[in-house]
Nanobody
Framework: QVQLVESGGGLVQAGGSLRLSCAAS????????MGWFRQAPGKEREFVAS????????YYADSVKGRFTISRDNAKNTVYLQMNSLKTEDTAVYYC???????????????????WGQGTQVTVSS
């Protein structure tokens, strides 16, 4: 079993930046593709970004491309989401997820994952 714990959320003004972290408990962290998702009130949970097991490949939703960067540090069992140029539309609960089958399942509707974190709130004010 893998436990995922997000941190780094908070309140920020539009145009600002935040970095989210997701710490995994398992020793097999490097065996999982990792992803970030978000869900705003009244909306479906949506894909934000994902990274392959080695960190060599990354994927982004069009809405965040060029502003957000996903990365991972397998030695620290941690995945990050650097969020720059934040917009009010980015306000949501952000979740990290792990998938042993690679990154493809993250982009299904609804997205599938082996493990989900509990989420961290990101609020962007105007």
């Amino acid at each position: 079993q893998v436990q995922l714990v997000e941190s780094g959320g908070g309140l920020v003004q539009a145009g600002g930046s935040l970095r989210l972290s997701c710490a995994a408990s398992g020793r097999t962290f490097s065996g999982y593709a990792m992803g970030w998702f978000r869900q705003a009130p009244g909306k479906e949970r949506e894909f934000v970004a994902s990274v392959s097991r080695s960190g060599a490949w990354t994927y982004y939703a069009d809405s965040v491309k060029g502003r957000f960067t996903i990365s991972r540090d397998n030695a620290k069992n941690t995945v990050y989401l650097q969020m720059n140029s934040l917009k009010t539309e980015d306000t949501a609960v952000y979740y990290c997820a792990a998938n042993g089958g690679g990154t493809s399942n993250f982009r299904l509707l609804p997205p599938k994952a082996d493990y989900w974190g509990q989420g961290t709130q990101v609020t962007v004010s105007s």
